[in-house]
Nanobody, 124 residues
């Protein structure tokens, strides 16, 4: 049974940092691209970041470029999202995702596996 479990979310002040972690099980982690998407209340789901199965390429949404960094540890079957200089508009539920097509992760459509989501709130 496939599981993607996010951790590391919470409340942080503007300008602060958080690192999200996604623990994967039930599938061959090294065969999958990993991604993060988010959804704020009343808004559409938004692509945040993705990393290829080799770790050789990274992709970022325009709103997080230069502030967020995605990484992966295949030995631990984990993906990470380091978020710096957080802004109130980063407040959302963040979802870990896995797929064998980068295009699916970037669009959020037809994604093979999803986590349950974790809340990130940026507020003073």
């Amino acid at each position: 049974q496939v599981h993607l479990v996010e951790s590391g979310g919470g409340l942080v002040q503007p300008g602060g940092s958080l690192t999200l972690s996604c623990a994967a099980s039930g599938f061959t982690f090294g065969d999958y691209h990993m991604g993060w998407l988010r959804q704020a209340p009343g808004k559409e789901r938004e692509f945040v970041a993705a990393i290829t199965w080799t770790g050789g390429f990274e992709y970022y949404g325009d709103s997080v470029e230069d502030r967020f960094t995605i990484s992966r540890n295949d030995h631990a079957s984990r993906s990470f999202l380091q978020m710096n200089n957080l802004k109130p508009e980063d407040t959302a539920v963040y979802y870990c995702a896995a797929d064998q097509q980068i295009s699916a992760l970037r669009s959020g459509e037809g994604v093979d596996y999803w986590g349950q989501g974790i809340q990130v709130t940026v507020s003073s």
